[in-house]
């Protein structure tokens, strides 16, 4: 059988109060399938490729794998709480910490004291994680990331290739409900520091974001290239950054003055913005 068909039979069992949580088969599943996040061979979502974000307009469409989050929530169901030692401190988790001992030999560091990988996320090539920062489970980070000081990379986010995580900057996470879509951080993107993107948001490819912007579906993305108003994405090659409009919620009676509330202004990405993000490549070597 396949891991994904191994994993939806180990969820029935589960969901059906039939699994034996210490079975040695179960154990080697899932073991198995965190491997497989690990390497990146399976990821908690996917595109579907029916956007066009490389020509500049809306970013791709992505849809969560259910089985995999599925395989997330059953490692917790399954494993007990256990002591384990990091940098000389004890800590209690279902899991250890993951390996990072072969980073270096695919070319990327994680700087001491303070970058935690959790088990089951997946760290590509020629990345660096500065400390403190935390990769949860199911994470994806792409080839050629920066994850820089204080930044929390949620649980199953997926972050693309060549992204610059600013300092500071929060990618939330999502586990549940299993058909929810984790939040998306597309190929090329560049996020100020302070920035926060939650709530299955999807942020298009080569975009570049201002610092201390908040993008999350419930917050609008004024669009002044497409001339569109956009909920939970920001279209491919855009340059955004937050902004105050005025709300129509209240009145004088209940907020003296005018009220305003956030949105997120989107235009189009200039020459010297995308000079002032560009990687700089001596630090990858």
Request: charged share 25%.
């Amino acid at each position: 059988m396949s891991l994904d068909a191994d994993v939806a039979d180990l969820w029935a069992a589960h969901e059906a109060g039939e699994l034996d949580a210490d079975a040695e088969h179960v154990h080697d599943v899932l073991h198995e399938f965190l491997g497989a996040l690990e390497s990146g061979e399976v990821r908690a979502a996917e595109p579907t490729g029916s956007g066009d974000g490389a020509d500049g307009g809306r970013a791709d469409a992505w849809e969560a794998n259910e089985w995999v989050k599925q395989g997330i929530l059953l490692v917790f169901a399954t494993h007990g709480i256990d002591q384990y030692e990091y940098g000389g401190v004890t800590y209690n988790d279902v899991l250890p910490l993951q390996d990072t001992s072969d980073y270096g030999q695919r070319g990327s560091r994680n700087t001491p004291d303070g970058t935690v990988v959790r088990a089951g996320a997946h760290v590509g090539a020629d990345c660096i994680l500065m400390s403190p920062s935390f990769v949860n489970i199911g994470a994806h980070v792409g080839d050629g990331t920066l994850v820089d000081s204080c930044d929390t990379v949620g649980s199953c986010a997926q972050i693309g290739a060549d992204v610059k995580l600013g300092a500071n900057a929060l990618i939330g996470g999502v586990l549940e409900p299993v058909e929810g879509t984790p939040v998306v951080v597309e190929d090329g993107v560049s996020l100020g520091a302070g920035c926060r993107v939650t709530s299955g948001f999807v942020v298009g490819e080569n975009s570049v974001v201002g610092e201390n912007t908040l993008l999350t579906p419930r917050i609008p993305v004024y669009d002044l290239v497409d001339d569109e108003v956009y909920y939970g994405e920001l279209p491919a090659n855009r340059r955004a950054f937050q902004r105050y409009v005025e709300s129509s919620v209240s009145d004088e009676d209940l907020i003296p003055g005018s009220a305003y509330k956030p949105a997120v202004v989107a235009t189009s990405l200039e020459a010297e913005t995308l000079e002032a993000t560009e990687r700089e490549e001596v630090l990858r070597e």
